[in-house]
Every structure is written in structure tokens, then in C-alpha cells.
């Protein structure tokens, strides 16, 4: 008892601090939430991010300059950058532009004539003091921490608030850079500072900082590049993967290098458990990075941050409470499993954030079986179960950038463990999986296309099935009834049109049965005296024999 009280309160990760939670939606939340006129006419193609970093003033200096091609007539183009960061100047070919704001938003109007299909830069430069964490990753924002021998320990997180907290950007998931992302951090020299993708330069400067430079090459979501500045001590391996060596590189605090060698060989079992799932790693291109952070962790691209103590389960603790889950580090792989789901496969809008977590928490289940086999698995994805709080539904509300429950975790991965019982077929399973990843690489999707697709692929319609499990709260009820040679049954506490293949035990034979909400009878040849519901479905029951007789 003691350890899930423990359990319980460590899984405020799950809530995500504030996602899904009943508010009034503001004028604020609409432009950061919805693909605008002002959005709408440009397409992202390239960000080259320079960055300074005042340590001691905790704030930040730089510019953007952001390439995009013209798709239609417009000549404002929005930017975003909270509060208190600021906008100082915009440049198009020299020439300085005028903008207005409104709130969070830059208006920027555009000099020369934007001529559809023309490719164009801007320069946005900024500085200001950004959003601190109170408790990241949670709460969004900077971390300015210090390691154990008081060297500055800083990291980004800001899945949910958005990159704009703290660098100018297209802050909306629909549009990536296509060609990604050329960042330099300028800090002071006797730091390292860590980014997404490969390091491509170093450079001494006169006033004592240093400036690295990182490049990603492939597209990449705003929230999913972060900047890490630390006492890191660096090592690296070779992973030899489904399409090739990938490079594996790992940025830990000096004093956790022997710990990190230990403890980051799971790396490699962690990508061939998902490469056997879900196809090759997407980021060949951009390397692997672990990289040590003052935090719990995050996936960004390429650069997963790393904060687990360097312990099995999560922080030490096994979420499941069966024993499994302190078979691997949470961190590792669930955040490496983000590199499918979430940095491959995005979210157009952040309602739909359940394709990053519920494919992702799944994942957990996906390494133990392909490591400890599927019983294990079976017992991790059951034992969350009691993390799910159905408060609200797991698809929040669009265009206003709000996320829905954090059932989204281990809800969704218990309605995803439970397609692969309808399934009923590990290597279709598998499959499946595989042709998700390969149809929607590197793009970003909506949950009716993720729906479609594995309705299609499964060769059912699976739409009774997703409404009730991302759009409601309520957990099916199978009723039935018991006669010497019939067993009637129906679904209650779901919607009207909720229907679901499931497997059952009649006297420990196996059946299938498809409930609806009109009772049914199955005809049995001998009398039957017990009905046992597959536990890997996440359904209730309700035995009605004795109220019928």
C-alpha cells in the first residue's frame, strides 16, 4: 500500500500539470490554437536559431531567420513569442519591417510582394527573460538549475506551452521546417551546450563563451527542439539497426559518466525491441542522443533528455505494480518510443496529443514482450490500469490548443493492447504497426486518420470502438445471463452504437462474441456454469443470472 500511495502521487506526469483541465478558452488560446489566415499562406521550410545565453540575468538573446515557400496571396505573417520574451526587429533582404502585436502574437507585415511559390526569408530578432519552470517537464518553461558541484545546470521543456516561450516561431503543429533546424548556443566556454540533431561546429569566441552548433536535416515539431547547458562529459556508441549504423551519442553530468555506461546500454535493446515493432528508427539522418537534464525527461527529436536517476522503473518505482516495470528505465524507453510517436508521426492539434502518448505508453508493454515474452506484457499494460482516472475524455477540445486526460497514457495503451486481442494476430499485429509508421513518416496526422487506418488495416470499422474510448468516459459493461443451455449478453454504459469483438471463457473454452446494445443469445449444447472475460480487455462485468430467475 505504501508503494502505490508513492506510485500515486509520482504519476502526476500523467496529468500533464494541466492538460485536459476545464477552463475558459480565450482569444489568446484561438490564435495559439488555430492554423489562422496568417499561418495558413506559408509553409515552414527551414529555422536557423542562434541563441546567446546570460546565465547570471537568466535571459536570452538571438534571432530566427526562417525560410518558408508562399502557398497563397498574404502579405501578414504571424510569429509567436510569449511574454515576457520580445519581438526587437524583423528584417526581409536588409530592409527592417513593421509589425503590430496581440498578446502572444507578431503580426508581421511583409515588405515586398509574397508571390505564390517563391521561396523567402525573414530575420526575427529577440531577447527577454523567459517563462522559469516551477516543475518541469510538467510546467513549461527554462530551467536554471545547478549540479551537485554547483555548475550551471540549465535545460528547455515545453511540450504543451510551446516553443514560443522562449524562441520565435510557427507555434502550431501542423507545419514543420521541412528541412529542418541549424542551432548555435553561445555560452560560457567552460559549459557545453547540447541541442537536437549533429554537432556540426565549435567556436571560440573573444569574450570568454563558446558557440556550438547543431543541425537537424529532417522536419521536426517546434516543442521537440530543446537547448541543454551543462558540465556534460560525452561518450558514444554505434547501434547496428534496420537501416544501417546509427550513431548513439550521450551528454552526462562528469561525475554520472560510470552510472551512464551502465545504465544507457539498454539503449540498445530498447531500439531493437521498437525497430521490431514499428520499423527502422526515423532519424538516421540526425543521430540518437541521451542527453542528462535537471528534470524527468522529454522526447525531443534526436536529443532525448534524461533525468531518471539512473534507476529502472520510473524513479525506482514499478507503475504497474507487478514486478515488470522495473525491468527497464521508464525513461529510455518511453521517451525513445516518442521518436515514432510524437517526432515521426505528430499531432496536427494538440487535442489528438493521445497518437504521442497512448502508441507510446503502449510501447512500454511492446519492449517487455519482445524482451520477456508476451505474458509479461500482459501483466505491465493490465497492472496500469489503476492509474486511470476516466475524468475526462482523452481527445480534448481543437483549434484552442488544449490537450484531453491524462488517460491518455494507460487508457490508451490498454484500448490499443486490447485492438491487438481483436487482431488475434501477432505477425498482422505487427504489421499493422510497421505500415502506421511507414504510411505516415515523418508527417503530421489527425486522429481520424490514424482511425482510418487501422480500421481499414484491421478490417473493421472501429469507429463505435474509438468514440467510446477517446470520446467518453465510460468503461463498457458486459451483462449476461446464465441458462442451463443459452448465455444472453449485451453492452450497458456505453454508447448507443458501441459494439466490440471479445473474447470469453464459457467453462474455459474459448469464444468470441460481438455484443451489442440489444441482448443477444449464444445456444449452448451443455449447460454452463461460469463465464470468465479475457483480462486483457478492459471492459467490466455484470453476471444478471440470479436477477433473472
Known amino acids: 500500500m505504501v508503494i502505490h500511495k508513492k506510485i500515486s502521487i509520482l504519476i502526476l506526469f500523467i496529468s500533464l500539470a494541466g492538460y485536459g483541465q476545464q477552463r475558459v478558452f480565450t482569444h489568446q488560446d484561438t490564435l495559439r490554437g488555430t492554423i489562422t489566415k496568417e499561418r495558413a499562406w506559408w509553409n515552414l521550410k527551414h529555422y536557423d536559431l542562434k541563441i546567446q545565453v546570460d546565465i547570471p540575468h537568466k535571459s536570452l538573446a538571438g534571432s530566427n531567420t526562417i525560410r518558408y515557400k508562399v502557398i497563397d496571396e498574404n502579405q501578414i505573417m504571424q510569429i509567436d513569442l510569449q511574454d515576457p520574451m520580445k519581438i526587437t526587429a524583423v528584417k526581409q533582404d536588409g530592409n527592417l519591417l513593421g509589425y503590430t502585436k496581440d498578446g502572444n502574437v507578431y503580426y508581421i507585415s511583409l515588405g515586398k510582394k509574397q508571390h505564390v511559390g517563391s521561396i523567402n526569408e525573414i530575420t526575427v530578432y529577440y531577447n527577454g527573460i523567459p517563462k522559469v ?41 501542423y507545419d514543420e521546417p521541412e528541412e529542418g533546424i541549424r542551432f548555435s548556443i553561445t555560452a560560457p566556454k567552460h559549459l557545453t551546450s ?48 534496420e537501416n544501417g549504423n546509427l550513431d548513439c551519442d550521450y551528454y552526462v553530468l562528469s561525475y554520472n559518466l560510470e552510472k551512464a555506461t551502465k545504465q544507457f546500454k539498454q539503449v540498445d535493446q530498447t531500439l531493437e525491441a521498437f525497430e521490431y515493432w514499428f520499423g527502422p528508427y526515423p532519424f538516421y539522418k540526425d543521430s540518437y542522443k541521451l542527453v542528462e537534464v535537471p528534470y524527468l525527461g522529454m522526447e525531443h527529436q534526436s536529443s532525448v533528455t534524461y533525468g531518471n536517476g539512473y534507476k529502472n522503473g520510473y524513479r525506482g518505482y514499478d507503475l504497474s505494480g507487478t514486478g515488470w516495470g522495473l525491468k527497464f528505465d521508464f525513461i529510455i524507453v518511453h521517451e525513445s518510443g516518442h521518436e515514432w510517436f510524437a517526432n515521426s508521426i505528430t499531432n496536427i492539434d494538440i487535442a489528438d496529443m493521445w497518437i504521442h502518448e497512448s502508441f507510446t505508453a503502449y510501447s512500454e508493454n511492446l519492449f517487455l514482450d519482445y524482451h520477456f515474452g508476451t505474458e509479461a506484457s500482459n501483466a505491465y499494460v493490465t497492472g496500469t490500469r489503476k492509474l486511470i482516472q476516466n ?21 490508451g495503451a490498454n484500448m490499443l493492447h486490447m485492438l491487438r486481442q481483436i487482431v488475434n494476430d501477432d505477425k498482422k499485429w505487427r504489421s499493422i504497426l510497421q505500415g502506421l509508421n511507414t504510411e505516415f513518416y515523418h508527417q503530421t496526422v489527425t486522429t481520424k486518420q490514424i482511425e482510418n487506418y487501422l480500421s481499414k488495416f484491421i478490417g473493421i470499422d472501429l469507429q463505435p470502438f474509438f468514440d467510446q474510448y477517446l470520446r467518453t468516459v465510460n468503461i463498457p459493461v458486459l451483462e449476461y445471463v446464465i441458462k442451463e443451455s443459452s448465455l444472453s449478453y449485451r453492452w450497458t454504459n456505453s454508447l448507443v452504437h458501441f459494439k466490440m469483438p471479445i473474447k470469453v471463457y464459457i467453462d474455459k473454452q474459448v469464444q468470441w462474441l460481438t455484443p451489442t446494445r440489444f441482448w443477444q443469445t449464444l445456444p449452448l449444447i451443455n449447460s454452463v456454469t461460469a463465464l470468465k472475460v479475457d483480462p486483457n480487455f478492459y471492459i467490466e462485468t455484470k453476471n444478471l443470472t440470479s436477477d433473472s430467475n
Not at 527554462?142 to 550551471?152: E, M, P
Not at 527542439?225 to 560525452?234: L, Q, S
Open 391 to 411: 475524468d475526462k475524455p482523452i481527445i480534448g477540445n481543437y483549434e484552442v490548443n488544449n490537450a484531453g486526460s491524462g488517460d491518455m497514457y494507460y487508457k
Open 133 to 173: 519552470s516551477k516543475n518541469p517537464p510538467w510546467d513549461d518553461g527554462l530551467t536554471w538549475s545547478k549540479d551537485k558541484n554547483g555548475i550551471d545546470f540549465i535545460a528547455t521543456s515545453c511540450q504543451g506551452g510551446g516553443a514560443s516561450i522562449w524562441w520565435p516561431c510557427k507555434d502550431h503543429m
Open 194 to 241: 547540447v541541442a537536437n540533431g549533429r554537432l556540426k561546429n565549435t567556436l571560440n569566441n573573444r569574450d570568454n563563451t563558446k558557440t556550438f552548433v547543431w543541425e537537424v536535416v529532417n522536419p521536426i515539431n517546434n516543442y521537440g527542439v530543446n537547448m541543454n547547458i551543462g558540465d556534460y562529459t560525452y561518450f558514444s556508441s554505434t547501434y547496428k539497426g
